[in-house]
């Protein structure tokens, strides 16, 4: 396989890799289909300033004109953001395609970690995971984010998964699949925009340290899968769990009523209870971000210590 046919490693993030030094990767669906014009390019560009300052290398993923890109410019950056859903939602089932035809992609949270693992990256960053959707037990929408989990070996920081999917069979998948799903300092799933979900999830950790020390073995061990790192929402900025939960019941009965189904449920839900909250919950989406930004390079210079 010639990966360079295919794919663009920033120089920076490039050098960076060769000697061992930290990297985080981040996503691009998060910016073309998860936020709003501009709020996704500012909070685009700060993530990339916090990882610098948390002492790692920022390396945002996206397809662009059928490249593979690790590590993009601040242009392109925009470019993905005012374009917004005119950029194709891409998971692995479209990247061949895409690549062939030549076109963009916004990278899923899927095809980040594919690309971030063909660039030698190691740790990623994002908000939340796709799962296991509520009501999968007739539509069977089950995010292809689970799948890449279980083969592709690149720790996911994430601040645990909207209740917009049914999170005890998210867990139930991830098990059965063989990935860890690790609370940092919380022994709870966290569910997002709240600290708490009710679901215990099955290792807690403390420090980077520890989550580069657990990762390093998996990864010497030789195990195929990544590992899940569930981060939860600054206190400060976590929601009132009733006022969320309800918008989230309403997004959901909207969705079903109007037929949306397949790639569209995800960005649909997100955007309406962004309406429903007035812009509160995208509030809260970006300061998770930001938050996680930070525990994953950390983590990422602790592994890099480690090698
Ligand atoms: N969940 C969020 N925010 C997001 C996404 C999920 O809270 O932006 C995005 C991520 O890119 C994730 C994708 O990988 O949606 C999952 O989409 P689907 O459910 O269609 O697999
Ligand atoms: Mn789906």
Known sequence: ?????????????????????????????????????????????????IIRENGA????????????????????????????????????????????????????????????????????????????????????????????????????????????????????YLETHGVPVIGYGTDELPAFYTRKSGFAIDYRLDTPQELAAAFHTSLELGFPAGMLVANPIPEAYSMDAGVINKAIADAVEEAKNTGIHGKETTPFLLAKIKEITKGTSLDANIQLVFNNAKVAAQTACALSALQ
């Open 57 to 172: 290398i920022p390396a945002t993923i996206a397809v662009i004109n059928g490249r593979l890109k690790a590590g993009l410019t601040k242009e392109e950056i925009e470019y993905l953001g005012k374009k917004g859903h005119e950029v194709n939602k891409a998971s692995r089932r479209d990247l061949a395609v895409l690549v062939s035809k030549g076109a963009d992609g916004a990278t899923t949270v899927t095809t980040t970690m594919i690309i971030a693992h063909m660039a030698g990256i190691k740790i990623f960053a994002t908000g939340g995971i796709g799962g296991v959707h509520r009501g999968a037990e007739t539509t069977m929408d089950i995010s292809a984010d689970l799948e890449e989990l279980a083969h592709t070996p690149v720790m996911v920081v994430c601040a645990g998964a909207k209740s917009i999917l049914d999170l005890g069979l998210t867990l139930e």
């Open 1 to 49: 396989m010639n990966l360079n046919k295919y794919l663009d490693v920033a120089p920076e993030v490039a050098q960076a890799v060769a000697a061992g030094k930290p990297v985080v990767a981040l996503e691009s669906t998060i910016i073309s289909h998860g936020m709003p014009y501009p709020q996704n390019v500012e909070t685009a560009l700060k993530v990339e300033e």
